[in-house]
């Protein structure tokens, strides 16, 4: 399916499938993906499919999101990719591949794990982890970090984006997924602090 494609359809199936807000953001992210995509030479189609898909699966009862979930490629049982808050990610990334035809496995990844990243990640996949968490429509947004993380090169721009996310879990005293934190040393021994 070609991308211009894939794009239509799902910008109908966000304002079908999510609430406005969740649509709102969808779309959000979908921009600033695209907008980081053309600044690294990538295929801006691309992450705005990404960024349309991510949370495709967001609203959707936790049992459907756990049995889309458990079809994603090396997701077991024990894995935080299958913690209800996340799962959304896998979840998404298999009805894309299942029901739409997606065989581009960088945009099936960066759709499974933009909750959590993984060490090494680089292209679509860093891309989408940052435009999530950089959508200037958030509540917990912080305008200075996005400005700050758009001046960043990519993977100086990742370490920011997950201090800062890492930081807000922190303090609202929600959990973090161990797969961010080896992201996190990971980032943190390889790329220099911004």
């Known amino acids: 399916m070609a991308y211009a494609e894939?794009?239509?359809?799902?910008?109908?199936?966000?304002?079908?499938?999510?609430?406005?807000?969740?649509?709102?953001?969808?779309?959000?992210?979908?921009?600033?993906a695209a907008e980081l995509c053309a600044r690294q030479?990538?295929?801006?189609?691309?992450?705005?499919?990404?960024?349309?898909?991510?949370?495709?699966?967001?609203?959707?009862?936790?049992?459907?999101?756990?049995k889309l979930?458990?079809?994603?490629?090396?997701?077991?049982?024990?894995s935080a990719l299958m913690a209800e808050k996340i799962l959304h990610g896998p979840a998404a990334a298999v009805l894309l591949g299942r029901d739409y035809?997606?065989?581009?496995?960088?945009?099936?990844?960066?759709?499974?794990l933009h909750t959590v990243g993984k060490p090494g990640m680089n292209g679509l996949c860093?891309?989408?982890?940052?435009?999530?968490?950089?959508?200037?429509?958030?509540?917990q947004g912080d305008p200075a970090l996005v400005d700050r993380c758009l001046g960043l090169p990519p993977r100086e721009m990742?370490?920011?984006?997950?201090?800062?996310s890492i930081s807000?879990?922190?303090?609202t005293g929600h959990a973090i997924a161990p797969?961010?934190?080896?992201?996190?040393?990971?980032?943190?021994q390889s790329v220099p602090a911004p």
């Open 158 to 164: 990742l370490l920011l984006v997950v201090s800062a």
């Open 126 to 139: 860093l891309i989408l982890y940052c435009a999530d968490k950089l959508d200037p429509s958030r509540r």
């Open 41 to 66: 030479g990538l295929d801006p189609d691309r992450g705005r499919a990404a960024g349309l898909a991510h949370d495709l699966c967001k609203e959707f009862p936790p049992d459907d999101q756990r």
């Open 101 to 112: 035809g997606v065989d581009d496995d960088e945009l099936l990844e960066a759709v499974a």
């Open 179 to 188: 797969e961010t934190l080896v992201l996190y040393t990971s980032l943190q």
């Open 168 to 171: 807000r879990l922190e303090a």
């Open 69 to 78: 979930a458990a079809d994603y490629p090396g997701i077991s049982k024990g």
């Open 6 to 32: 894939l794009i239509s359809k799902l910008m109908l199936l966000v304002d079908e499938r999510l609430s406005p807000s969740r649509a709102a953001h969808s779309r959000a992210v979908a921009d600033l």
